[in-house]
């Protein structure tokens, strides 16, 4: 079975850049027709789409974030990690990493970590 | 962008009701639909792919039917388990994915 398993600071200061990564197993991230991406929930309210990595490597990002994300995918310690630089309070959400499937859904989520913009 | 609007965005419902929530995307995106179901302090569940596929594990009262710009997620008899948060997400456009504002199932 394929666990997902996000980690990271759960508190970043205005303008600094937050960093998560998210770690899988169960399976390879490596060599599959998967892409690997990240979901943010802000409290309260509704899902937003962050980003993903393909097995292409290609990336893309939703332009809300206006080029502030980085997504990257270390296949020798099966993870991939996010970077969004920065931040303001609108960037306070909880953070899901999940497996993106060929019809473009999310199948495999992580359980979601909460990151607050504070000073 | 293409937009997803749900609707309604709250439903109060009893046990046992059949359940209809409806979700509007702004331009066609042919059958490339997912919903999900979320509970508080929990991640989203995929229930339905490609507007009607059901994921593995889900039970078959669920049923997800539409295509272009219109799709409906129906509850055929709605069980205590049901009462959770339920979003939409389209996957025409390839490189910008979006979600529904979410519709939550409250017990009436």
């Known amino acids: 079975q394929l666990q997902l398993q996000e980690s990271g600071p759960g508190l970043v200061k205005p303008s600094e850049t937050l960093s998560l990564t998210c770690t899988v197993s169960?399976?390879?991230?490596?060599?599959?027709?998967?892409?690997w991406g990240w979901i943010r929930q802000p409290p309260g309210k509704g899902l937003e789409w962050i980003g993903n990595?393909?097995?292409?490597?290609?990336?893309h990002y939703n332009p809300s974030l206006k080029s502030r994300g980085t997504i990257s995918v270390d296949t020798s310690k099966n993870q991939f990690s996010l970077k969004l630089s920065s931040v303001t309070a609108a960037d306070t959400a909880v953070y899901y990493c999940?497996?993106?499937?060929?019809?473009?859904?999310?199948?495999?989520w992580g359980q979601g970590t909460l990151v607050t913009v504070s000073s | 962008d293409i937009q997803m609007t749900q609707s309604p965005s709250t439903l109060s419902a009893s046990v046992g009701d059949r359940v209809t929530i409806t979700c509007r995307a702004s331009?066609?995106?042919?059958?490339?639909l997912a919903w999900y179901q979320q509970k508080p302090g929990k991640a989203p569940k995929l229930l339905i792919y490609?507007?009607?596929d059901l994921e593995s594990g889900v039970p078959s009262r669920f049923s997800g039917s539409g295509s272009g710009t219109e799709f409906t997620l129906t509850i055929s008899s709605l069980q205590p388990d049901d009462f959770a948060t339920y979003y939409c997400?389209?996957?025409?456009?390839?490189?910008?994915?979006?979600f529904g504002g979410g519709t939550k199932v409250e017990i009436k």
């Open positions: 999940a497996r993106r499937t060929a019809p473009g859904n999310f199948d495999y």
């Open positions: 169960g399976g390879s991230i490596s060599g599959s027709s998967y892409h």
């Open positions: 990595k393909d097995y292409t490597a290609n990336t």
């Open positions: 331009q066609s995106i042919s059958n490339w």
């Open positions: 490609k507007a009607s």
């Open positions: 997400q389209q996957s025409n456009s390839y490189s910008l994915l979006t």
